[in-house]
Protein backbone atom coordinates (compact mmCIF):
# COMPACT_ATOMS: atom_id res chain seq x y z
CA UNK A 1 0.00 0.00 0.00
CA UNK A 2 0.55 3.70 -0.33
CA UNK A 3 -0.14 4.61 2.94
CA UNK A 4 0.22 2.23 6.20
CA UNK A 5 -0.68 4.35 9.94
CA UNK A 6 -1.23 1.18 12.57
CA UNK A 7 -2.67 2.03 15.72
CA UNK A 8 0.59 1.53 18.03
CA UNK A 9 -0.46 2.95 21.45
CA UNK A 10 1.95 5.33 22.92
CA UNK A 11 3.92 4.66 26.21
CA UNK A 12 6.03 7.22 27.15
CA UNK A 13 9.69 5.91 28.65
CA UNK A 14 9.91 6.63 32.87
CA UNK A 15 13.80 7.34 32.49
CA UNK A 16 16.24 7.92 30.36
CA UNK A 17 17.93 4.26 30.07
CA UNK A 18 14.83 2.82 29.37
CA UNK A 19 13.24 3.58 26.02
CA UNK A 20 13.47 0.25 25.03
CA UNK A 21 11.17 -1.51 27.31
CA UNK A 22 9.03 1.62 26.78
CA UNK A 23 9.08 0.28 23.07
CA UNK A 24 8.78 -3.50 24.22
CA UNK A 25 5.89 -2.44 25.78
CA UNK A 26 3.97 -0.87 23.05
CA UNK A 27 4.34 -3.42 20.69
CA UNK A 28 3.10 -6.01 23.13
CA UNK A 29 0.24 -3.85 23.87
CA UNK A 30 -0.36 -3.36 19.99
CA UNK A 31 -0.84 -7.22 20.26
CA UNK A 32 -3.10 -7.47 22.89
CA UNK A 33 -0.05 -9.46 24.89
CA UNK A 34 0.79 -6.69 27.58
CA UNK A 35 0.09 -7.50 30.96
CA UNK A 36 2.12 -5.38 33.70
CA UNK A 37 2.91 -8.22 36.23
CA UNK A 38 4.16 -10.22 33.27
CA UNK A 39 6.37 -7.84 31.71
CA UNK A 40 8.00 -7.42 35.40
CA UNK A 41 8.37 -10.69 35.97
CA UNK A 42 9.83 -11.16 32.60
CA UNK A 43 12.55 -8.49 33.23
CA UNK A 44 13.49 -9.72 36.42
CA UNK A 45 13.66 -13.76 34.44
CA UNK A 46 15.89 -12.33 31.46
CA UNK A 47 17.80 -9.96 34.69
CA UNK A 48 17.53 -6.99 32.60
CA UNK A 49 19.41 -3.79 33.98
CA UNK A 50 20.04 -0.39 32.83
CA UNK A 51 21.90 -1.13 29.80
CA UNK A 52 19.37 -3.12 26.84
CA UNK A 53 20.35 -4.05 23.98
CA UNK A 54 18.67 -4.58 21.05
CA UNK A 55 19.44 -8.52 21.54
CA UNK A 56 17.35 -7.89 24.86
CA UNK A 57 14.33 -6.85 23.50
CA UNK A 58 14.08 -9.88 21.03
CA UNK A 59 14.64 -12.47 24.22
CA UNK A 60 11.91 -10.42 25.69
CA UNK A 61 9.84 -11.11 22.60
CA UNK A 62 10.81 -15.19 22.69
CA UNK A 63 9.63 -14.77 26.37
CA UNK A 64 6.44 -13.61 25.34
CA UNK A 65 6.51 -16.21 22.51
CA UNK A 66 5.99 -12.88 20.11
CA UNK A 67 7.44 -14.18 16.44
CA UNK A 68 10.46 -11.91 15.75
CA UNK A 69 13.42 -11.37 13.45
CA UNK A 70 16.25 -9.34 14.76
CA UNK A 71 18.46 -8.02 11.92
CA UNK A 72 21.52 -6.50 12.51
CA UNK A 73 25.26 -5.90 11.35
CA UNK A 74 27.26 -7.46 13.72
CA UNK A 75 26.67 -10.82 15.72
CA UNK A 76 27.84 -9.16 19.28
CA UNK A 77 29.36 -6.41 20.07
CA UNK A 78 31.38 -3.75 18.12
CA UNK A 79 34.46 -3.75 19.59
CA UNK A 80 34.81 -0.32 18.09
CA UNK A 81 32.32 1.23 20.25
CA UNK A 82 34.67 0.72 23.51
CA UNK A 83 35.73 4.06 22.56
CA UNK A 84 31.90 5.58 22.02
CA UNK A 85 31.11 7.88 24.63
CA UNK A 86 27.36 6.05 24.79
CA UNK A 87 28.83 2.73 25.31
CA UNK A 88 31.86 3.49 27.48
CA UNK A 89 30.72 3.07 31.22
CA UNK A 90 29.63 -0.50 31.33
CA UNK A 91 31.53 -1.54 27.89
CA UNK A 92 34.05 -4.87 29.01
CA UNK A 93 31.02 -6.24 31.45
CA UNK A 94 28.50 -5.56 28.55
CA UNK A 95 30.67 -6.78 25.72
CA UNK A 96 30.65 -10.20 27.64
CA UNK A 97 26.82 -10.25 28.81
CA UNK A 98 25.76 -9.45 24.96
CA UNK A 99 28.15 -11.57 22.91
CA UNK A 100 26.58 -14.72 25.32
CA UNK A 101 22.66 -13.52 24.37
CA UNK A 102 24.14 -13.74 21.03
CA UNK A 103 25.97 -17.13 21.02
CA UNK A 104 23.01 -18.57 22.79
CA UNK A 105 20.30 -17.05 20.58
CA UNK A 106 19.98 -20.31 18.28
CA UNK A 107 19.07 -22.36 20.91
CA UNK A 108 17.30 -19.99 23.06
CA UNK A 109 15.02 -19.53 19.89
CA UNK A 110 15.81 -15.85 19.41
CA UNK A 111 15.94 -15.56 15.43
CA UNK A 112 18.74 -13.03 14.55
CA UNK A 113 20.27 -13.05 11.19
CA UNK A 114 22.98 -10.51 10.01
CA UNK A 115 21.63 -8.72 7.06
CA UNK A 116 20.90 -5.10 5.40
CA UNK A 117 17.58 -4.08 6.00
CA UNK A 118 16.20 -1.50 2.64
CA UNK A 119 13.38 0.83 3.42
CA UNK A 120 11.65 -1.10 1.12
CA UNK A 121 11.89 -4.79 3.23
CA UNK A 122 10.57 -2.32 6.27
CA UNK A 123 7.71 -1.09 4.08
CA UNK A 124 6.55 -4.43 3.13
CA UNK A 125 6.65 -5.57 6.86
CA UNK A 126 4.54 -2.28 8.28
CA UNK A 127 1.95 -2.98 5.12
CA UNK A 128 1.53 -6.36 6.78
CA UNK A 129 0.49 -4.96 9.99
CA UNK A 130 3.55 -5.71 11.81
CA UNK A 131 5.98 -3.39 13.52
CA UNK A 132 9.28 -3.13 14.60
CA UNK A 133 11.25 -1.52 17.24
CA UNK A 134 14.05 0.03 15.52
CA UNK A 135 17.55 1.28 16.94
CA UNK A 136 18.28 5.06 15.56
CA UNK A 137 20.49 7.70 16.55
CA UNK A 138 18.49 10.25 17.90
CA UNK A 139 20.92 12.98 17.65
CA UNK A 140 20.36 12.72 14.12
CA UNK A 141 16.50 11.70 14.20
CA UNK A 142 14.25 14.90 12.97
CA UNK A 143 11.05 15.02 13.58
CA UNK A 144 9.21 16.50 11.04
CA UNK A 145 6.38 17.48 13.70
CA UNK A 146 8.29 19.82 15.86
CA UNK A 147 9.24 23.55 15.56
CA UNK A 148 10.63 25.16 12.82
CA UNK A 149 14.25 25.56 11.81
CA UNK A 150 14.48 22.15 12.87
CA UNK A 151 15.17 20.41 16.28
CA UNK A 152 15.41 16.89 17.05
CA UNK A 153 13.87 14.80 19.53
CA UNK A 154 15.23 13.06 22.08
CA UNK A 155 15.47 11.94 25.75
CA UNK A 156 18.80 13.02 27.84
CA UNK A 157 19.00 12.32 31.22
CA UNK A 158 17.28 15.52 32.56
CA UNK A 159 14.14 15.03 30.23
CA UNK A 160 12.74 15.22 27.07
CA UNK A 161 13.56 18.37 25.01
CA UNK A 162 14.85 19.22 21.08
CA UNK A 163 18.11 20.02 21.19
CA UNK A 164 20.54 21.07 18.51
CA UNK A 165 22.26 18.13 16.41
CA UNK A 166 24.65 16.37 18.67
CA UNK A 167 28.02 15.55 17.10
CA UNK A 168 27.55 12.13 19.61
CA UNK A 169 25.74 8.92 19.28
CA UNK A 170 23.23 8.80 21.43
CA UNK A 171 20.98 5.55 20.93
CA UNK A 172 17.51 5.26 21.62
CA UNK A 173 14.97 2.53 20.25
CA UNK A 174 11.86 4.10 18.40
CA UNK A 175 8.72 2.07 17.16
CA UNK A 176 8.16 2.10 13.54
CA UNK A 177 4.36 2.06 12.69
CA UNK A 178 3.67 3.33 9.89
CA UNK A 179 4.47 5.36 6.45
CA UNK A 180 3.30 7.01 4.09
CA UNK A 181 5.07 6.87 0.17
CA UNK A 182 3.24 10.21 -0.99
CA UNK A 183 4.75 12.09 1.64
CA UNK A 184 8.22 10.22 1.50
CA UNK A 185 8.14 9.91 5.20
CA UNK A 186 7.39 6.99 8.09
CA UNK A 187 5.39 7.50 11.12
CA UNK A 188 7.03 6.16 14.65
CA UNK A 189 6.46 6.15 18.22
CA UNK A 190 8.85 8.03 20.01
CA UNK A 191 8.84 6.97 23.98
CA UNK A 192 10.77 9.89 24.84
CA UNK A 193 8.04 12.31 23.37
CA UNK A 194 4.77 10.86 21.32
CA UNK A 195 3.50 9.79 17.77
CA UNK A 196 6.30 11.83 15.64
CA UNK A 197 7.22 11.44 11.68
CA UNK A 198 10.71 11.36 9.69
CA UNK A 199 11.50 11.86 6.07
CA UNK A 200 12.49 8.74 4.76
CA UNK A 201 16.14 9.99 4.47
CA UNK A 202 16.40 11.53 7.78
CA UNK A 203 15.25 7.91 8.88
CA UNK A 204 17.58 6.72 7.30
CA UNK A 205 20.56 8.48 8.03
CA UNK A 206 19.58 8.01 11.77
CA UNK A 207 19.01 4.53 11.55
CA UNK A 208 22.48 3.64 9.89
CA UNK A 209 24.57 5.77 11.80
CA UNK A 210 28.03 4.29 13.62
CA UNK A 211 26.70 2.70 15.98
CA UNK A 212 23.42 1.47 15.73
CA UNK A 213 24.66 -1.22 14.03
CA UNK A 214 21.83 -0.91 11.47
CA UNK A 215 19.87 -2.93 14.50
CA UNK A 216 15.98 -3.78 13.45
CA UNK A 217 13.78 -6.17 15.50
CA UNK A 218 10.85 -7.23 13.27
CA UNK A 219 7.97 -7.66 15.41
CA UNK A 220 5.05 -9.86 13.51
CA UNK A 221 1.06 -9.49 14.24
CA UNK A 222 0.05 -13.07 14.08
CA UNK A 223 2.01 -13.93 16.93
Given at each position: ??????????????????????????????????????????????????????????????????????????????????????????????????????????????????????????????????????????????????????????????????????????????????YSRAAGCVFYNNPAYADRDASISNFEEARTSYGTDEAILFVYADS
Amino acid sequence: GDFVQLPVPIIQQLYHWDCGLACSRMVLRYLGQLDDAEFEQALQELRLTRSIWTIDLAYLMRRFGVRHRFCTQTLGVDKGYRSQSFYRKHFDTEETRVNQLFAQAKTCKVLVEKCRVSVQDIQAHLAQGHVAIVLVNSGVLRCDLCSSPPKYCCFTPSGPRCFCRSPDYQGHFIVLRGYSRAAGCVFYNNPAYADRDASISNFEEARTSYGTDEAILFVYADS
